[in-house]
């Protein structure tokens, strides 16, 4: 069993080593002391160890989201998917942002990033507000259309979770729960600040909704080859959204640590391998089966990182808070999965 379970992390096993090896490089080259070198090497393994425990809701939804894709697609996200989400949001993402922020060119952006590690940090830092807003609407959205959902059959809070059923109905709900949290945040943001707020909060519901118009539209189930074929593009755009606005955090919360970008980029990317190494082990032992209510936990989880990101707007929240509530949330639902399975067989 154990044995069985290494083999899907071995990969990520050895991304790991070479990237550790890899920061004590970096490490040198930047301090030339082996202290220095060492000091890159531990922080390394925190960004990677932060990662992992912000990841573990990214894999399940991940999971859920695959079990409905054809083999070829599942296989396309598992490979190109997860190398977009290593280098477009751990290395291209972070200077991007730079770049558009301070109006430079991609090559002036990585020596600003290499030269004056500083100085690209705090124009990271001036564009949270911005990150924040988008993210918590997206990843809100994501999880209220989870939770209020006609076809949803399992309920882990039932109390809460029915009801939010029965309201499944009400059209632009979930659109409405989202503008009134983003109008209340805003209220509380100083004024020079609100335009920016707003604008990439309702960003964030436009992208949801246009990414969610194209999956339905390239999943309607047709018969014709090419509509199959197309099917499952849908949902990797919906599923690469989604590891974006996961990685926001993680990408900011990271410069709390280091202002290195290699440094961020080698950390993160550790992380990421192990998402994709958790995401085929749920959807190969369909491990989402055996345990009934990790789901229910994994969405949660999103809103609470939704509402985390927007608080974080006005105050800051340590990054260890939010990885501790998101695998609290899913270790919970774990701990109820495994009660309800032995009541069922003990019944």
């Given amino acids: 069993m154990i044995a069985t379970t290494v083999q899907y992390f071995r990969w990520s096993i050895v991304v790991t080593i070479l990237g550790l090896l890899l920061a004590v490089c970096v490490g040198w080259s930047y301090t030339h002391t082996l202290s220095g070198a060492m000091s890159y090497l531990l922080i390394g393994t925190v960004l990677a160890i932060l990662e992992i425990s912000l990841s573990f809701d990214n894999a399940i939804v991940n999971a859920n989201k695959l079990k409905t894709m054809s083999p070829l697609w599942q ?186 970008i290699f440094l961020i980029a080698i950390g993160l990317g550790i992380g990421a391998m192990y998402v994709r190494s958790m995401t085929i082990m749920l959807v190969e032992k369909k491990t989402l089966a055996q345990f009934r209510y990790l789901e229910h936990g994994a969405f949660y989880s999103i809103l609470a990182l939704s509402m985390i990101m927007f608080a974080q707007t006005l105050w800051h929240i340590p990054e260890m808070i939010t990885g501790l509530v998101g695998a609290g949330l899913i270790g919970f639902a774990l701990w109820s999965s495994i009660r309800y399975n032995k009541a069922s067989a003990a019944g």
């Fill in 75 to 260: 296989r396309r996200f598992l490979t190109w998917g997860i190398l977009i989400a290593v280098f477009g949001m751990r290395i291209v993402f972070p200077l991007a942002i730079v770049a558009i922020a301070a109006s430079l060119g991609p090559i002036a952006t990585i020596k600003l990033a290499a030269g004056h590690p500083m100085e690209y940090a705090q124009i990271m830092t001036d564009s949270h507000l911005t990150i924040a807003a988008f993210g918590g609407s997206f990843l809100m959205m994501v999880a209220l259309n989870y939770f209020i959902d006609e076809g949803k059959e399992v309920d882990w809070i039932a109390a809460l979770e029915k009801q939010l059923r029965r309201c499944a109905s009400i059209r632009g709900l979930q659109i409405t729960m989202v503008l009134v949290v983003v109008l209340t945040v805003s209220t509380q943001i100083p004024p020079p600040d609100v335009g920016r707020f707003l604008l990439a909060a309702l960003l964030g519901l436009v992208v949801f909704t246009g990414v969610e118009i194209i999956s339905q539209l390239l999943d309607s189930k047709q018969k014709t080859a090419e509509i199959a074929r197309a099917g499952g593009l849908g949902a990797f755009l919906y599923l690469e959204v989604l590891d974006a606005s996961f990685s926001f955090d993680g990408v900011i919360g990271a410069f709390a640590l280091t202002q290195n």
